[in-house]
């Protein structure tokens, strides 16, 4: 029972130590390795496998309780560590890791869309930005990742040649496969990281501040001249339309740089409030604005509202913003600029979606709820596969940091540390590639977890692969 319990927790806190602010990519595998010898050797699969869940997921998400307290943060996690239980049930059932792989990869899917439209931070694939494995994303998206991640674990938990050149074999091909092409054409653009007065949930009290940094930022390192400046989430936290002060500071701005500004912007709807990224054209003028579609739960609004104020009054400040429900993209000379705002990372239909119609994205976010976590350098991480899945180069661009150029590999070009007020500029090329991920769209998923399924159905012998 020890060395279960010692297999179990050290697993999951290597496979922690994988996702930022550590970093090691390769630690995932090793914590899979010891998680998967525990499954072995115990008689308790399901109370294992959700032991290690919630292990790996409370290390993790930690920052999410930054400000409201450790009661939401315990409810995620326990929440998160629920979805493990089928692994142990499926290898409970079958007796062969394999099927735990399989359940693993199910869980992954499943976790991504339900409940609250899904919460998929802790991925496997999202701690492997720097896996030699990751190129794969762009043939078989975030799931082919995972389960090669998961499948390398396998293989080297009890090695022998064959399984060694196996996994060798696979690094091999996955290095040597193409990288996504260079684009055709290109816009010079001009992020700006203005920063808040202070950092924590009342931000939104100081929206002219907030505003007025980004605005002097904006004049202060707009040296030249820019096809479109763009701001963060919530750089614009008051509606233009029913304020006339910014109105004239928007037209004054893209006037005299006489360029247009894409923002992140809350709108007044009719039915709420609505986190846009808003593109105004030079004068002022709206051109287009794009509502977020998928809102964070207990964020922008708060299901189970009374039990969620039960678990932190917090929650009673928390007026439920109204989702958008049309993909709009920003067009800066003919080009077609797909935005995405914040949580709308995590969501691979959303981002797959903007990506297959525009030459580049934006990345609107705001950390300044979570300054001095790894909550951001988490998202850009996640940030960096999505541009290799999706062959766009990516403009992240945050409140409070950290902010990124990224190119359509995953290279991290240039970065703002975070806290600081900064600034990134420069060419930015545009790209209308379609990976493979694309292409097969929402089939990639279903033919990884089926392959996935035949290779578990050929391993029929029982005994153990450790």
């Known amino acids: 029972m020890v060395i279960n319990v ?3 927790l050290s697993g999951a806190l290597l496979s922690s130590f994988a996702f930022e602010p550590v970093g090691l990519w390769w630690s995932a595998i090793l914590g899979l390795i010891l998680f998967f010898r525990a499954l072995k050797i115990t ?4 109370l294992i496998s959700f032991a290690y869940g919630l292990i790996l997921n409370a290390s993790v998400l ?3 309780g930054k400000y409201v307290g450790l009661l939401p943060w315990l409810a995620l996690s326990l929440l998160q560590g629920f979805f493990y239980l089928p692994v142990g049930l499926a290898y409970r059932r079958s007796r062969n890791l394999w099927w735990a792989i399989v359940a693993l990869l199910l869980m992954e899917e499943v976790r991504s869309h339900f409940p609250f439209g899904g919460f998929g931070w802790t991925r496997v694939a999202f701690s492997q930005s720097e896996s030699p494995l990751v190129p794969v994303v762009a043939y078989g998206g975030v799931l082919l990742l995972t389960f090669l991640t998961l499948a390398s674990a396998l293989l080297l938990a009890c090695p022998s040649i064959g399984k060694v050149l196996t996994l060798a074999a696979i690094t091999l091909i996955a290095i040597l496969l193409p990288g996504n092409p260079q684009g055709s054409g290109e816009i010079k653009v001009i992020a700006i990281q203005g920063n808040t007065p202070r950092p924590g949930l009342d931000f939104n009290s100081r929206a002219k501040e907030v505003f007025s940094l980004h605005e002097k930022a904006t004049r202060e390192f707009a040296n030249s001249q820019f096809d479109v400046i763009i701001w963060p989430e919530n750089a614009i936290d008051i509606d233009p339309s029913r304020d006339s002060d910014l109105r004239a500071r928007i037209y004054q701005l893209t006037n005299d740089f006489q360029t247009p500004l894409i923002s992140g912007v809350v709108l007044d709807g009719q039915t709420g409030p609505q986190n846009a990224s808003v593109m105004y054209g030079v004068g002022g003028q709206i051109e287009s604005t794009y509502i977020k579609r998928s809102l964070t739960p207990f964020g922008e609004y708060i299901p189970w509202r009374t039990l969620a104020q039960w678990a932190s009054p917090l ?3 928390v007026k439920d913003f109204a989702p958008g429900v049309d993909r709009v993209v920003h067009r800066v000379n003919g080009a077609a600029i797909g935005p995405v705002i914040c ?7 959303l981002v797959r979606d903007m990506a297959m ?4 994205l934006i990345v609107h976010t705001n950390s300044a709820t979570f300054v001095g976590t790894a909550q951001s350098a988490q998202q850009l991480a996640i940030t960096r596969i999505r541009a290799i899945e999706h062959s ?3 403009v992240s661009v945050s409140t409070v940091g950290l902010s990124a150029i990224i190119d359509n590999n995953g290279v991290v070009i240039k970065q703002i540390p975070p806290d600081v007020q900064g600034v990134l500029s420069g ?4 790209n209308e590639h379609q990976t493979f991920a694309d292409k097969f769209s929402g089939w990639s998923s279903s033919i990884v977890i089926l392959f996935a399924v035949v290779f578990a159905f050929l391993q029929r012998r029982r005994e153990s692969y450790l």
């Open 343 to 349: 949580y709308e990372i995590i969501k691979d239909e």
């Open 357 to 360: 119609n525009s030459k580049m």
């Open 427 to 430: 060419i930015i090329d545009l």
């Open 62 to 64: 930690i920052w999410s």
């Open 315 to 317: 929650a009673r400040t």
């Open 6 to 8: 010692i297999f179990t």
């Open 43 to 46: 008689r308790y699969p399901i």
């Open 392 to 394: 766009r180069t990516i």
